[in-house]
Nanobody, 116 residues
């Protein structure tokens, strides 16, 4: 079965850093575009960052540009989200997504809390 498993979430202070990982199984990972989404309580889920299957140009939400970096390692079936200079408004559940045409798979999410 298809599985996307996120890890690396937790509590971090404002200005701190955190790195999320998502390991995929059950799909041909290298041909899927990978994305990170997040959802805060009472808010809609929003796209944070995406990276094409080739590992080329990535896209970022304006709110995280210059602070977050998405990357992937196709040999490890893993996508990462490096989060620096974190702010309280980054607090959310972060979800990993794999997309290819009509296929769309989601992880269970990992909680990220930015607080002093």
């Amino acid at each position: 079965q298809v599985q996307l498993v996120e890890s690396g979430g937790g509590l971090v202070q404002p200005g701190g850093s955190l790195r999320l990982s998502c390991v995929a199984s059950g799909i041909h990972f290298s041909i899927y575009a990978m994305s990170w989404y997040r959802q805060a309580p009472g808010k809609e889920r929003e796209l944070v960052a995406s990276i094409p299957s080739t590992g080329g140009r990535s896209n970022y939400a304006d709110s995280v540009k210059g602070r977050f970096t998405i990357s992937r390692d196709n040999a490890k079936n893993t996508v990462y989200l490096q989060m620096n200079s974190m702010k309280p408004e980054d607090t959310a559940v972060y979800y990993c997504n794999a997309g290819l045409g009509w296929s769309d798979y989601w992880g269970q999410g990992t909680q990220v809390t930015v607080s002093s």
